[in-house]
């Protein structure tokens, strides 16, 4: 009896302790409080968010990254960042992170990151009041790689009732819509404009939301519980008018094969970091594969390998196409990039010309005639 009542009260005990909040997590919320809601009055992104990410990415700012470089967020170099620099194992070993110079510079860092990167543009125009969508919109984006990165972000949230800050912030707005204006005008501002070099080029998010769109590739469908992500988006992608360009349409929906090797056609940008997340890769496995450094997000429509590439081909030759380029071939034939300039015994830098012959396999002893093959 004495044995039951012990381990009863040793129940009861954990799950109070359990109910009762974290102190190093209130200490957090009430020192960046104050900061999230600025940035959320400055930007639009929600102070519940914020304040949420910045908890389970830091660890209530008790993360050695943290501690050490200031970086609340998880935030990696990617190619534009010039300023101090960490290296920390996350993903891959080793891999580069932003040091600042406070906690406020991160906070508002983590700001611009968002609001600069296409593939989160749709973000912008959800309610700010919908933690929910935004937390579902951000996994969809690629911002995290965890399966359960919107249940802990809505855990968070709810349990150290984050969405006050939010609410606060839109009643000094005196409505809520004028916050959306906000946020709406984040997403139009920042998002990247149609060049006059090409078809394949990012797409500009249309304003009208209802308008049902299809895209090439489809990471993943949007989840029944954010009704608030709109038609126009699936998956973190901005999504493309109908009018498809003609490479899109000559390769089929979904996964296929290449020389072997499963690939498929993305859009311009789309999150290489969702992709990996949904075809169970490391980032650094699907840039290697796909012959790519240091960018998070496609600029282009184009092949993405999601197993490694081929190292020859059965085909004897590829003939070059105008503007066509050695990792243009590489991504085409499902060849590795070093492999095809192997073959061909010439780097990368050697221009291409149109009508040329490139080694797809180990060249014959049989020396061809024309004199715009290379042998």
Request: proline letters at 4%; one cysteine or more.
């Amino acid at each position: 009896m004495k044995r039951l009542l012990l381990i009863g009260f040793v129940f009861l005990t954990t799950a109070l302790m359990a109910q009762m909040p974290n102190p190093k997590v209130q200490q957090y919320i009430a020192a960046y409080k104050d900061l999230a809601m600025a940035e959320m009055q400055r930007t639009g992104i929600p102070a519940s968010i914020k304040l949420a990410q910045g908890i389970l990415e830091s660890q209530a700012g008790e993360s050695p990254l943290s501690k050490r470089s200031n970086n609340h967020f998880g935030i990696k170099c990617k190619t534009e960042w010039t300023g101090a620099r960490t290296y920390h194992d996350d993903d891959a070993r080793g891999e580069c992170f932003r040091v600042y110079n406070s906690v406020e510079e991160s906070f508002k860092d983590h700001s611009e990151f968002l609001r600069t990167r296409a593939h989160y543009s749709f973000l912008f125009l959800l309610d700010p009041a919908d933690y929910k969508a935004w937390a579902n919109g951000l996994k969809k984006a690629g911002y995290a790689t965890s399966k359960t990165y919107p249940q802990q972000l809505i855990k968070t949230i709810e349990e150290n009732n984050l969405q006050q800050f939010s609410e606060l912030v839109i009643a000094q707005k005196n409505t809520r819509q004028d916050l959306i204006k906000t946020a709406e005008a984040t997403a139009v501002n920042n998002q990247p404009q149609p060049s006059q070099s090409g078809p394949n080029q990012p797409v500009v998010l249309q304003e009208e939301p209802k308008q049902t769109v299809k895209t090439a590739v489809i990471v993943e469908d949007v989840s029944d519980d954010n009704d608030a992500l709109t038609e126009t988006v699936v998956s973190g992608i901005i999504a493309k008018p109908k009018q498809t360009t003609q490479k899109a349409k000559s390769y089929p929906d979904g996964v296929f094969s290449i020389n072997g090797s499963k690939v498929f056609y993305a859009n311009a940008g789309t999150s290489l970091l969702a992709i990996a997340d949904q075809y169970d890769l490391s980032m650094s496995k699907l840039l290697e594969y796909n012959d790519l450094d240091g960018i998070d997000v496609l600029n282009k429509d184009q092949l993405i390998f999601i197993e490694k590439k081929a190292r020859k081909s059965e085909k004897d030759f590829h003939i070059v196409e105008a503007d066509e380029t050695w990792y243009d071939i590489s991504q085409k034939e499902g060849i590795a990039l070093k492999s095809l300039l192997e073959l061909n015994n010439l780097k990368k830098e050697v221009p291409l010309a149109k009508g040329e012959k490139i080694h797809l396999k180990p060249k014959t002893s049989v020396v061809a005639k024309n004199p715009a093959t290379r042998l």
